[in-house]
């Protein structure tokens, strides 16, 4: 029952330090005092309404309300209750950002030779141009897997994310959960094709409250080195079957995808890439969206918005508080870098695409590696670091977080609190494990 008490403990400091009146107060204090012996005499609900009770502990980080579930029956029925998750999530997050403190999930490679990965958590507060950064390690142990490493991060979607590489895993890093996914049919492939790119989107279906990982891998014939006919093929991961089939829904050909738009853009329940398709010589710009409901794909036309992949990076993001679709146009080359932002003001409109503002020159950015909201962007620098830049109308700040990738190996995106848990029924197996955060004090960052 010591956890009991320091859970009340710290509700008591919450309440006394709050406008509550005070005969809440006291009552809080009546409850402190009941013997620890029966157990479920703790239940606030005998002393509080479930409303309170509900807003006391929604305003709890997420590793204390694990404890919380430990304390009585109705604690726990309430915890994992749908409605509490869902409110959990906003309350928290809203709460970060009316603080103005900024969270980052990271994933960065140290070195060209060695494929480890590091995940980190970086955070830092905006208000204060010189605050530090400060850097948090997860330390992933999935196993059946002789080389741990990731390339890209998908998320937050309800602050699960998506980690594709070797294995592909579904993390929670508020609630120190890592969830391997099986392997995909094609990825032990047929002996007469081969695939030279592949593709992955990460969302949540919320008609049967689950989560999906769509992957599409291009096939070529081994014999003549010919594309396959209908040569995209996608397959679809369900959390709550855990396990892969094939997709159905056939891909809008003839389409590329373009490997520049590395950002998570997941709108209307939709994950995007960036893509084109070309004829003779041409080239048009398409997006090619997939409904994690529906299980559908469509192409979204596009105005010409690039001049080529050879001059120019186009990579998308979600804007207005993920209610539609961006595209980020930078050069390639040149040390001092401009950029351009178009969003499709209806996201149901493909005519609504306009050139919404220009930002720079800024010296020193390399490409874009994530997007935090709005007007924040996350990008590479030349010297291989990971550059904050928040984009008012007539200026630009820019922070260095001191977190280096080699060659392009590092990847950003929101850190968001949330209490989804990754089992689902029963589920206890071999794939499923946990992960921990450890405030890193050894990790020299430019390595």
Not at 120 to 125: G, K
Not at 176 to 203: I, M, R, V, W
């Amino acid at each position: 029952m010591q956890t009991a008490t320091r859970i009340i403990t710290k509700l008591s400091m919450y309440l006394f330090s709050s406008p509550f009146p005070l005969k809440i107060h006291t009552s809080l204090l009546t409850m402190s005092r009941v013997e620890e012996t029966k157990p479920e005499m703790l239940s606030m609900e005998q002393y509080l309404p479930q409303e309170l009770v509900s807003n006391i502990l929604s305003r709890l980080p997420s590793k204390d309300l694990m404890n919380c579930k430990r304390v009585c029956k109705s604690w726990f029925h309430l915890l994992t209750h749908p409605h509490f998750i869902a409110n959990y999530y906003v309350f928290q997050n809203n709460l970060l950002s009316q603080k103005k403190h900024k969270h980052l999930l990271v994933i960065h490679r140290t070195s060209i030779s060695n494929l480890k990965t590091h995940i980190s958590v970086l955070s830092w507060n905006a208000n204060d141009p010189k605050s530090v950064v400060n850097i948090s390690s997860h330390v992933l142990n999935p196993p059946n897997s002789k080389h741990k490493y990731w390339t890209e991060i998908l998320g937050p979607c309800n602050g699960i994310y998506f980690l594709e590489g070797n294995p592909n895993v579904l993390l929670n890093p508020s609630l120190g959960q890592c969830k391997a996914l099986p392997e995909f049919h094609f990825s032990s492939g047929n002996e007469a094709y081969y695939s030279l790119t592949d593709y992955a989107g990460f969302g949540f279906d919320c008609k049967t409250n689950d989560y999906k990982v769509v992957a599409m891998r291009d096939l070529w014939l081994k014999e003549t080195d010919e594309r396959k006919d209908g040569y995209w093929k996608a397959e679809l991961y369900s959390l709550n079957s855990n396990s892969w089939r094939k997709l159905d829904a056939a891909l809008p050909l003839p389409i590329e995808i373009s490997g520049s738009s590395s950002v998570y853009t997941y709108v209307n329940n939709c994950c995007h890439w960036w893509g084109y398709v070309g004829e003779f010589g041409t080239k048009e710009n398409v997006v090619l969206a997939f409904d994690m409901v529906n299980e559908s794909f469509r192409k979204i036309k596009v105005p010409r918005i690039s001049c080529s992949a050879e001059e120019e990076f186009a990579t998308l993001a979600p804007f207005n508080e993920c209610a539609t679709i961006g595209v980020v146009v930078y050069p390639v080359k040149g040390e001092e870098k401009s950029f351009d932002v178009w969003i499709m003001k209806d996201y149901w409109d493909e005519g609504s695409w306009v050139k919404q503002y220009s930002v720079g020159p800024i010296e020193g950015i390399s490409r874009l590696v994530g997007f935090y909201g709005r007007n924040q962007f996350l990008w590479s620098s030349s010297n291989d670091g990971l550059v904050w830049c928040e984009c008012e109308s007539e200026s630009e700040e820019i922070k260095d977080l001191e977190v280096y990738g080699k060659k392009g190996w590092l990847r950003g995106a929101r850190y968001m609190e949330s209490l989804v848990s990754l089992k689902r029924g029963n589920e206890f197996s071999s794939q499923f494990v946990s992960c921990s955060l450890v405030h890193d004090l050894v990790l020299d960052r430019r390595k």
